[in-house]
């Protein structure tokens, strides 16, 4: 009884933050895009169709911090995984694209 209940419990949350999503597009399309562009006023359901294509297209709640992430976990992976010659070289390559990239101040040369 304890897990209907508990997914009652989420499935009406994700039903109220839907709605108030909805609702949100709903109110931002209808204020700016007919005065801006000409575009005809729309209903809830198809605020909601819009949302709920935006969330297919561009990757739904996960946002660009979750990528960003994920890069970042499988660069550090690599660099581990490289013997200290290969990040050696991929440090000259580095430098030669982004400048002291990998260097403390003091190695740094001042440029003439």
């Not at 989420?10 to 000409?38: D, E, R, S, T, Y």
Request: hydrophobic fraction near 45%; aromatic fraction near 14%; charged fraction near 20%.
């Amino acid at each position: 009884m304890h897990i209907v209940t508990r997914v009652f419990g989420i499935l009406l949350i994700i039903l109220i933050i839907a709605a108030g999503f909805g609702q949100a597009v709903l109110q931002l399309w209808n204020w700016l895009m007919p005065p801006i562009f000409g575009f005809h006023v729309i209903t809830y359901w198809q605020a909601l169709g819009l949302l709920g294509l935006s969330w297919v297209l561009f990757g739904g709640w996960r946002g660009p911090m979750f990528d960003m992430h994920r890069r970042r976990h499988q660069m550090r992976e690599r660099w581990e995984q490289m013997t200290p010659e290969q990040r050696e070289k991929f440090r000259q390559g580095m430098r030669g694209r982004c400048g002291h990239f990998g260097q403390k101040e003091e190695e740094v040369k001042p440029q003439a």
